[in-house]
């Protein structure tokens, strides 16, 4: 089974946690600015004030990547694979992280090369189907390409941040997810719904608790 080695992951865990001593330094850098000019112009402030959010806002995003980053790491995935996976989970606010990484964990075990007997492909076994409908680049025609993992988890992503757009409810969305839209409220599927819910949880804890 491939997965991070331990020197390579320390590796980037250092390379991250250096961009965000940086990004730390100018956050504080920005706030004492502001503490020792407070009778400047509120034009000033204002600048002053927003690039300390646009800083704080950089350091909580390289801080999530770094957690993402432990939690994938000991996955059946290369190094480039994993990276790639981190940037498209970390570049898209369709669905919640916990989400995803629920549903990978349910779908495919996180086995980039996992095939279902309905032909459905990759981590979050895409049928060819639908990742026909969501690959709008005509480079991407080729249902093989459903198996690289980063795009795979990219058209899975676009594909239940739709559903849930239209259901407004993760349990309707992950049955219409696993047996397509026209079973959105058969409960039958409820076991599925749950159990990619309950993974999603035990993430959402594991990464907060970095």
Known sequence: MAVILRTDHLKIVRDVKRRALVINLICITVAVLALMVPY??????????EAYRVAKGEFNSVMARQELLNVLRSKPMTIGQTLDIVDVVMGQREVPIPIVLGVIAQESSFKPEAVSGKGAR?????????????????????????????????????????????????????????????????????????????????????????
């Open 122 to 210: 990759g981590l979050m076994q895409v049928l060819p189907g639908t990742y026909a409908s969501y690959s709008k680049n005509p480079l991407l025609k080729d249902d093989r390409l459903v198996l690289d993992p980063a795009l795979n988890v990219r058209v899975g992503i676009s594909y239940l941040g739709d559903l849930q757009k239209n259901y407004g409810d993760w349990k309707k969305s992950l049955r219409a997810y696993l047996a397509g839209p026209e079973h959105s409220n058969d409960k039958t599927y409820d076991p599925y719904a749950l159990a990619v819910l309950a993974k999603a949880e035990k993430y959402e804890k594991q990464i907060s608790s970095r």
């Open 40 to 49: 400047v112009c509120k034009l000033e402030r204002d600048l002053i004030t």
